[in-house]
Structures are given as C-alpha cells and as structure tokens.
C-alpha cells in the first residue's frame, strides 16, 4: 500500500476516558501508529484505518471505531478494509 | 447500536470500568463470552451466570444477567444445583483457575463425573491474581512466583484426560487468538454435557512482571508465538490450543 493511501483516513476513533485504563494494548496493536498516550491520556492521531485491532483487543471496552464512508475518502474505492 | 457493538447488551455498563488491573486479559475474555452470548442470542432470561473468587470471580457481577458470585471454589457446585432445579436455564461458570481447579478441584472432578450439562469458562492465569501471585495448580514447572522464589518445583496439573474419559468437552485457548477463543466457547456453550474451556490469560501485575515481561501487550505476543493451533488432537501438548474430542461425537446441531 502506497504512504499516500495508508495516511487517507478511514475511521473515528471514539475513546471512553471514564472507561480507559492507558494500559496500551490498543497503542502497540494499531498498525499505523494512530494511537498514543500522552500525559496519562490516550490521543488519537487521525489516520485510522479502521482496521479495529484497537477495539477488539481492548479488555476495557473503551474504545470504538466509527468507519468514515470510504466513498467519500478515496474516490472509486470499497471502503472494506481487510485488517484481520 | 451496531453488529460490533450489540454485545455490550449482556453487561452492566454503568458498573463498568471494571476492578481489573489496567491490562489485565480477563476484560478481554469478558468480552469475547458477551460475544458468544450475543451470537447464539442466549436468552437475558434465562441465561445464568456463577462465579467464584479472585479476580476472575468479579465476572458474575458484571454480567446484566441473573448471577450468583460463590464462595471460594464453590462456582461449580452451585451451577449444578441451579442446573438440577432448572433444567431449561443455561448456566455457565465463570471463574479463576485457582479457584476452579485449586480450591475447588474437588468439585470439579465430581461436575465432569456427573456430566451436569453446564459451561465452565476459566481464566487461566496460572497465579492466583487477587491475594498477590502465589502458584497455582497450572503454574508451569520452574516458573517463580510469591510461593515459589526459587521457581515451582511442582509440574502443572492437566485435567483434559478426566474430560476425555468422561466423554466431556475440553478445549484450551487464549486471550490473543480472539476467533479461536469465539469458536471455543461457542461450541462449549452448545455442548450437550459438562464443557470446560481454560482461557490463558495474562494477569500481567501480580505474574507477567515478576516473569520479566514489560507490560501485558508482550504477554498476549508471546501467546501468539507460543501456542499453535491443533484442533484434530485426542490430546493437547502444552503448548497447543484447541478443542479436545471426547469419545462421542461434539454435535454441531443445537
Ligand atoms: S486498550 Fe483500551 S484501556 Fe488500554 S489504553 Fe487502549 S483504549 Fe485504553
Ligand atoms: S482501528 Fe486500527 S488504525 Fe484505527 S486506531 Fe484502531 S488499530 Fe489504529
Ligand atoms: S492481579 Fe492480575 S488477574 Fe488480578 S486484576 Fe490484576 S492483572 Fe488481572
């Protein structure tokens, strides 16, 4: 995959800070590196591809992925992405 | 809501986040069963769950189903009276193996004796998590712990032969191999007769540490590098994940 189409973004990341702990399992999970914690909060970078690594490893439920329509992201292109 | 998402409907969400340790696997395998229960659409009435204690045993709290939280070891016990007095309940044990299969092994010989058609789901985190990380009975041999400085001179305990010669239900899976933990407990769940299925899970603060691992995401890669998946076998080595056959058939059919 070109850098041009993994930096399109394709998913909002929508984090529950009354849930998160910061243990970091979604940090090291996510394929580009969207996710980070920073002075004791997890931040989002805004190049998810909704791949979902996050949300499905997540023991705490506190994060979820809203999938962008990818029509209106990448012109011509399924918006399936085929992260797992 | 959305197909991701339904399976928050079996938890109490305003008692969420739960008591766990930031890491700790057993949210993980948490979810996964509320996933099973939302796939197989068990019924909110009629559906039970039992816990014992530890860390594991906070589950049955959480669940927004009917729920009992035991005594020490003593999950499966009462499952099987709630089974016995109910038949049409689904009931399904979900606790620690400190708890499953130290304190309470006693009960759980008898259970798989009796072939009560209950669902036990144990994380297995070989420690006993809440009271500090003394040995379990699955503790692996050499490993150190509280109880075991010097590393566990015992070997670990496997139950998979009673299941075997009982012709019950045992499978052995992992936090990591999320689909595979899906397929374990759901074909657990549709098991006509006693089903077990021991989740390795990383209890990351009171285990992981003290074994040198940095933080509980190098814990589920080492599950992902150590367990292979076998899922033909009459029997589990160690380090294999999969779902044992009894000596009839699993049924596939509801
Ligand atoms: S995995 Fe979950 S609890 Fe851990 S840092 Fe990410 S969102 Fe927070
Ligand atoms: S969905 Fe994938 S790309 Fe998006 S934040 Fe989560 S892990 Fe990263
Ligand atoms: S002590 Fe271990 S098992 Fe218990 S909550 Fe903490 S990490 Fe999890």
Same mark, same amino acid.
């Given at each position: 995959?070109?850098?041009?189409? &993994?930096?399109?973004?394709?998913?909002?990341?929508?984090?529950?800070?009354?849930?998160?702990?910061?243990?970091?399992?979604?940090?090291?999970?996510?394929?580009?590196?969207?996710?980070?914690?920073?002075?004791?909060?997890?931040?989002?970078?805004?190049?998810?591809?909704?791949?979902?690594?996050?949300?499905?490893?997540?023991?705490?439920?506190?994060?979820?992925?809203?999938?962008?329509?990818?029509?209106?992201?990448?012109?011509?292109?399924?918006?399936?992405?085929?992260?797992? | 809501?959305?197909?991701?998402?339904?399976?928050?409907?079996?938890?109490?969400?305003?008692?969420?986040?739960?008591?766990?340790?930031?890491?700790?696997?057993?949210?993980?395998?948490?979810?996964?069963?509320?996933?099973?229960?939302?796939?197989?659409?068990?019924?909110?009435?009629?559906?039970?769950?039992?816990?014992?204690?530890?860390?594991?045993?906070?589950?049955?709290?959480?669940?927004?189903?009917?729920?009992?939280?035991?005594?020490?070891?003593?999950?499966?016990?009462?499952?099987?009276?709630?089974?016995?007095?109910?038949?049409?309940?689904?009931?399904?044990?979900?606790?620690?193996?400190?708890?499953?299969?130290?304190?309470?092994?006693?009960?759980?010989?008898?259970?798989?004796?009796?072939?009560?058609?209950?669902?036990?789901?144990?994380?297995?985190?070989?420690?006993?998590?809440? &009271?500090?990380?003394?040995?379990?009975?699955?503790?692996?041999?050499?490993?150190? &712990?509280?109880? &075991?400085?010097?590393?566990?001179?015992?070997?670990?305990?496997?139950?998979?032969?009673?299941?075997?010669?009982?012709?019950?239900?045992?499978?052995?899976?992992?936090?990591?191999?999320?689909?595979?933990?899906?397929?374990?407990?759901?074909?657990?769940?549709?098991?006509?007769?006693?089903?077990?299925? *021991?989740?390795?899970?990383?209890?990351?603060?009171?285990?992981?540490?003290?074994?040198?691992?940095?933080?509980?995401? *190098?814990?589920?890669?080492?599950?992902?590098?150590?367990?292979?998946?076998?899922?033909?076998?009459?029997?589990?080595?160690?380090?294999?994940?999969?779902?044992?056959?009894?000596?009839?058939?699993?049924?596939?059919?509801?």
């Amino acid at each position: 995959m070109s850098e041009e189409k &993994t930096r399109k973004r394709k998913g909002i990341v929508h984090i529950n800070h009354g849930y998160c702990k910061r243990c970091g399992i979604c940090v090291n999970f996510c394929p580009v590196k969207n996710l980070e914690i920073r002075q004791q909060k997890l931040v989002e970078l805004e190049r998810c591809i909704a791949c979902r690594m996050c949300q499905r490893y997540c023991p705490d439920i506190a994060i979820e992925i809203e999938e962008i329509d990818a029509k209106t992201v990448i012109t011509g292109k399924s918006g399936y992405s085929n992260g797992g | 809501m959305n197909k991701e998402t339904d399976f928050k409907r079996f938890l109490k969400l305003d008692l969420l986040p739960t008591p766990w340790c930031p890491g700790c696997g057993n949210g993980i395998v948490l979810k996964t069963i509320c996933q099973v229960f939302d796939e197989l659409d068990m019924p909110m009435k009629g559906t039970v769950v039992v816990s014992g204690i530890g860390c594991a045993g906070r589950s049955a709290g959480f669940f927004n189903l009917d729920s009992v939280h035991t005594a020490h070891g003593r999950a499966i016990p009462v499952a099987e009276g709630i089974k016995y007095a109910n038949e049409a309940l689904n009931v399904v044990v979900v606790s620690g193996d400190g708890d499953l299969l130290g304190i309470g092994g006693n009960h759980l010989l008898h259970a798989i004796r009796r072939k009560t058609d209950i669902t036990v789901i144990c994380y297995a985190n070989e420690i006993y998590g809440m &009271t500090g990380g003394q040995a379990s009975p699955i503790t692996p041999h050499n490993i150190k &712990t509280l109880t &075991t400085p010097d590393g566990n001179p015992d070997y670990p305990t496997d139950v998979q032969p009673l299941f075997r010669h009982n012709n019950s239900y045992f499978a052995r899976t992992t936090a990591y191999h999320l689909n595979h933990m899906k397929k374990c407990i759901r074909e657990a769940l549709k098991f006509k007769g006693f089903s077990f299925v *021991e989740v390795r899970t990383m209890c990351i603060v009171n285990y992981g540490r003290r074994l040198g691992y940095k933080n509980s995401n *190098e814990m589920l890669l080492h599950y992902k590098e150590f367990y292979k998946i076998n899922d033909s076998a009459g029997e589990l080595a160690g380090n294999e994940i999969g779902i044992v056959k009894g000596l009839s058939q699993i049924t596939d059919d509801r």
